[in-house]
């Protein structure tokens, strides 16, 4: 089947580590996203990336790195400089950069111990 | 990035009830999608609208693209348990990325 998938489900850290959350598509999508959701707000965009190594910092860059190596893969990197790291990360793609429908994986929720 | 006005933030329904929901902005955006997320999972895209005025269904699910281009309904015909969840809006804005509204939490009334 044809999906984005995202792991861990669940993920803890204590404070002053990095973490690194996978993001996998076999949807053959160009363009791929990563957002931050927090309760009772919208989704964030982090970073996005429109094709194989190249990369965009969204609205919410600071303290997150990504890197795009692979078409198919799309790994965010939470690190210490995030200062308020606990929250659901959505991975999203699209067929192309500017095509308006984005596919969502089933999330990551993070949590700092 | 800017964000939609997306009202009511929740609502309860009774089964068989036909509820609405609407975004709005102060800006003009080229397409309007709606999402649905089932607690603990992505959002799932429920309808994508592209041009002004359009007015789209899917099943049950009914949602108009204003005029104005400034705003979106979504109305919930005959609903059912399964309705429940969280909906998002989602507009377009000139640089293709998206901004989402808060959600409207839908709830079953006791």
């Known amino acids: 089947d044809g999906g984005i998938t995202q792991s861990p489900k669940y993920l803890f850290r204590k404070e002053g580590q990095n973490v690194t959350l996978s993001c996998e598509q076999n949807l053959n999508h160009d363009a791929m996203y990563w957002y931050r959701q927090d309760p009772g707000q919208g989704l964030r965009l982090i970073y996005y990336?429109?094709?194989?190594?190249?990369?965009q910092k969204g609205d919410i860059a600071e303290g997150y790195s990504v890197s795009r190596e692979k078409k198919e893969s799309f790994p965010l990197t939470v690190t210490s400089a995030q200062k308020n790291p606990t929250a659901f990360y959505l991975c999203?793609?699209?067929?192309?950069?500017?095509?308006?429908?984005?596919?969502f994986g089933p999330g990551t929720r993070l949590t700092v111990l | 990035g800017q964000q939609l006005n997306q009202s009511p933030q929740s609502m309860f329904i009774q089964e068989g009830e036909d509820v609405s929901m609407n975004c709005t902005s102060s800006s003009i955006f080229n397409t309007w999608l709606w999402y649905k997320q089932d607690p603990g999972e992505g959002p799932v895209l429920l309808i994508a609208?592209?041009?002004?005025?359009e007015l789209t269904s899917n099943g049950r699910l009914t949602a108009q693209f204003g005029i104005t281009r400034k705003d979106s309904f979504l109305n919930i015909s005959a609903s059912i348990p399964s309705d429940v969840g969280i909906y998002f809006c989602?507009?377009?804005?000139?640089?293709?990325?998206?901004?989402f509204g808060a959600g409207t939490t839908v709830t079953v009334r006791a």
């Open positions: 989602a507009g377009q804005r000139s640089d293709y990325k998206l901004s």
């Open positions: 609208l592209y041009k002004a005025g």
């Open positions: 999203a793609s699209s067929i192309v950069p500017d095509h308006n429908e984005q596919f």
């Open positions: 990336s429109q094709i194989v190594n190249d990369f």
